[in-house]
């Protein structure tokens, strides 16, 4: 596609609930990245992959935090038993590996109440 | 580890001021650096970088900022702001690793018409 592409936009959900939030990179970008935005916070790295493996998820910041990478194209980052302070806007962006094209998403905006 | 700091959190300018946003960042070698833009609803986009050469680098809508290693320092610079640049604005540093981008926390840049 033209962009990158993120569903759900926004997600509510109970905590102690799964979520799966969903990226959808441009077209060819081999790379793609998932970052946390919280207000006052900045952008938080949390996973690379590179084609389908992840050769850094340093970011991650717990094991209720994982992520996959499919095709060499979608990727789907799952919260498992979600925290209030996972609250947040999950950033995806891809690029052509070069850093010269880092192209963000929209976001989904999670809220755990 | 390495970090971005983002000086000003708040900057209020009327119309036509001259604007310089800091800047700093912790790693002493090779750098590439970047200046995001996020503007009200909009994802982020990328205003401008820096990998090597003229440390004055130019970027979209008349910002420019200034490398100087000696400081390590990255300052977004405009001469005369607009109200269409009301956004948040973050400065980036590609990690060591060279998998991703460390992010400040940003600067929100308001302007008065």
């Known amino acids: 596609g033209a962009g990158v592409s993120q569903s759900p936009s926004n997600k509510v959900t109970e905590k102690g609930k799964d979520v799966e939030l969903r990226c959808d990179p441009i077209?060819?970008?081999?790379?793609l990245y998932w970052y946390r935005q919280s207000l006052g916070q900045g952008l938080e790295f949390l996973i690379y992959?590179?084609?389908?493996?992840?050769?850094?998820k340093s970011g991650l910041p717990s094991d209720r935090f994982s992520a996959e990478r499919t095709g060499g194209s979608v990727s789907t980052l799952t919260i498992q038993r979600t925290q209030q302070e996972d609250s947040a806007v999950y950033l995806c962006?891809?690029?052509?590996?070069?850093?010269?094209?880092?192209?963000f998403g929209s976001g989904t905006r999670l809220t755990v109440v | 580890a390495q970090s971005v700091s983002q000086h000003n959190h708040h900057v209020i300018l009327s119309e036509a001021a001259s604007l310089e946003l800091g800047c700093n960042y912790s790693?002493?070698?090779?750098?590439?650096l970047f200046w995001y833009v996020q503007y009200p609803g909009q994802h982020l986009q990328l205003l401008l970088k820096?990998?090597?050469?003229?440390?004055l680098v130019k970027g979209i809508k008349g910002f420019e900022a200034e490398f100087i290693k000696s400081k390590f320092s990255f300052n977004l610079r405009k001469p005369s702001v607009q109200w269409s640049d009301t956004a948040e604005y973050f400065c980036?540093?590609?990690?060591?690793?060279?998998?991703?981008?460390?992010f400040g926390k940003g600067t929100t840049l308001s302007v008065s018409s």
């Open positions: 980036a540093v590609k990690n060591q690793a060279g998998t991703a981008l460390i």
């Open positions: 992959f590179q084609g389908n493996s992840a050769p850094d």
């Open positions: 077209s060819g970008h081999t790379a």
């Open positions: 820096y990998f090597s050469g003229d440390p």
């Open positions: 790693y002493g070698g090779t750098v590439n």
């Open positions: 962006a891809s690029s052509d590996g070069t850093f010269y094209g880092y192209t």
